[in-house]
């Protein structure tokens, strides 16, 4: 049986943006998030307080947390990755954050030159000053269902990882398909290793259509319980190790899953699929959203 | 398909592959036993505005000429595929309930249709509506005979054919690249691309007997002659990665 109702997560504003390739300009962030409020959409990923060095799309991220308009009952949760990130977050308004962990101890260490235990201690700063701060904690698993460098990945390590980050704090762990190479098969396979250690009520899927499975595999998710989805407007997102591939699923196309299997979201799609044209058109490219293509008549 | 003729008779046919032809008529029948086929497949819907649109007839009229290359294929022991459009859907009607969707096919299968191929004709369907549709038309129609035909207009077609092979359908139509796009949504997709079905079926496990590889292989081939690029998302993965020569 569905869940009855499903907490969308929009993370277009920043997992998005950040692997688009052209620099947005922050009125345009702003106008995108404030955009998405206005869709019914409950959380909007708004940016990462990451250094600049690293990720250039995300240097504006204290003008992006103080000029959106927040509206009451919308959690815009930032990317912390260090203590450092995070008084900063929390400086700029923050009231909630999201720390990374993997899966993979390859990926780990080729992303941020540690291995996944150190990776932890770092997040464990974060964590106790966010609990001091009363601020809510999301924890990511990158590389569910595998990794671009490690390949196969097991779902005792995925169960272990995420254990370990819900032990931490975090409210909510939101388990990531990060080069999209997952099916229902393995989709199953890896949940029901990660429900042994988790409650289903503090689990997410934040799946990649790279491979073009990513509904099929949110599918599966529901089907097993998981209430919480990630997607992004317009699919905006590409995959950074398959050149040219897709990456992010598509908002539009998940709500108008959720639609027709009657599953309560709030998120209205008309509304949904304007701020995709908008910053479609804002960054001159196609969306990714086949419910967009398919209703654009143009 | 003006050269079908050509076609039948150029391609090489290896032992134990069908090469069925669509057949609207029985003049079309009779052209492509001719011509070498030996199976064919009959188009009918679950919408009288579209069978009215696209065959310039009602469902009742388009299922008696439909008969008369079900007697003619009898004869012949040539098998006949039935499809049936818009079951989850019309571009004219809006709404398609089950119920109809359930009788028309039906009707295909007592005629001698060894399969009924249910169309999402313009990809509007779910896996909710598929649920719906599926249940009806397996009160009349055993689960063997039957394959869903998704198209990706909306992105929901591998969750709308897990949904079926969750409930049992064994058959399943899809497009090498997901050549063909949508004739009611400018600019929209088409066709599920095989490529990602026999991805989902091989993460789950389900034997197809397909090579993926060669299939890649061979949408890489006519995405090239038609010059366009590949609507299969595996195809794009796998070709930018590096990961297939």
Not at chain 2, 2 to 11: F, L
Not at chain 2, 72 to 86: D, E, F, L, Q, T
Not at chain 2, 231 to 245: E, H, L, P, R
Request: hydrophobic share 40%; charged share 15%.
């Amino acid at each position: 049986a569905f869940p009855k109702r499903v907490k969308v997560v929009e993370v277009g504003p920043r997992d998005g943006l950040q692997n688009e390739k052209t620099v947005v300009p922050t009125p345009v962030k702003i106008n995108l998030i404030n955009m998405l409020s206005e869709t019914g959409l409950q959380v909007i990923e708004a940016t990462s307080f990451v250094s600049p060095k690293w990720v250039p799309q995300m240097a504006d991220h204290t003008e992006v947390m103080q000029g959106i308009n927040k509206l009451p009952g919308i959690s815009y949760p930032v990317l912390t990755p260090n203590l450092k990130g995070f008084q900063a977050a929390v400086a700029a308004g923050a009231k909630e954050v999201s720390i990374f962990g993997a899966a993979s101890e390859l990926f780990t260490k080729k992303n941020i030159n540690c291995s996944i235990e150190e990776s932890l201690e770092r997040f464990d700063e974060v964590m106790t000053a966010a609990r001091a701060a009363s601020i809510p904690v999301r924890g990511y698993v990158s590389c569910v269902l595998g990794c671009p460098y490690e390949g196969k990945i097991s779902a005792a390590k995925v169960a272990e990882v995420s254990k370990k980050m819900y032990s931490m704090g975090c409210y909510e762990i939101s388990l990531g398909d990060t080069i999209g190479i997952g099916t229902p098969g393995s989709m199953k396979e890896m949940l029901t290793a990660v429900m042994k250690e988790v409650p289903v009520g503090a689990l997410a899927v934040h799946c990649h259509d790279t491979y073009g499975q990513a509904l099929a595999n949110i599918l599966v998710a529901l089907q097993m319980g998981v209430s919480v989805v990630d997607a992004s407007v317009a699919g905006l997102g590409g995959c950074p190790y398959a050149q040219g591939a897709s990456g992010n699923v598509a908002t539009e196309d998940l709500v108008y899953m959720l639609n027709g299997l009657g599953i309560h979201s709030g998120v209205d799609l008309q509304k949904l699929m304007d701020t995709g044209t908008f910053i479609c058109n804002a960054l001159n490219r196609r969306t990714n959203s086949k419910v967009s293509q398919a209703s654009c008549r143009l | 398909m003006a050269d079908h003729k050509e076609v039948m008779r150029g391609i090489e046919r290896h032992p134990g592959v069908q090469y069925p032809v669509l057949t609207p008529n029985l003049q079309g029948f009779h052209s492509a036993i001719a011509a070498g086929a030996t199976e064919v497949s009959v188009f009918g819907a679950a919408s009288e505005s579209f069978s009215k649109m696209n065959i310039n007839c009602s469902i009742e009229e388009s299922i008696e000429k439909f008969e008369e290359v079900a007697k003619s294929a009898r004869n012949m022991n040539i098998p006949v595929r039935g499809y049936v459009s818009c079951a989850l859907g019309c571009p004219y009607e809006g709404n398609i309930i089950p119920a109809k969707v359930a009788e028309v096919s039906k009707r295909l299968y007592s005629m001698g249709c060894y399969e009924i191929s249910l169309g999402d004709t313009i990809g509007v369907g779910t896996p909710g509506s598929m649920k719906r549709m599926l249940e009806a038309v397996m009160k009349e129609i055993p689960l063997s005979a039957l394959a869903v035909h998704c198209h990706d207009t909306y992105g929901q077609a591998l969750a709308n054919i897990l949904t079926a092979i969750q409930m049992g359908v064994a058959v399943v139509d899809s497009s090498v690249a997901g050549l063909g796009g949508c004739p009611y949504a400018k600019g929209a997709t088409g066709n599920v691309a095989t490529e990602d079905v026999i991805y989902m079926l091989n993460g789950l496990g389900v034997n197809t007997g397909v090579n993926l590889y060669t299939v890649m292989e061979a949408g890489n081939f006519i995405c090239t002659a038609l010059n366009k690029k590949t609507n299969s998302k595996v195809a794009q993965a796998s070709f930018n990665t590096g990961t297939i020569n």
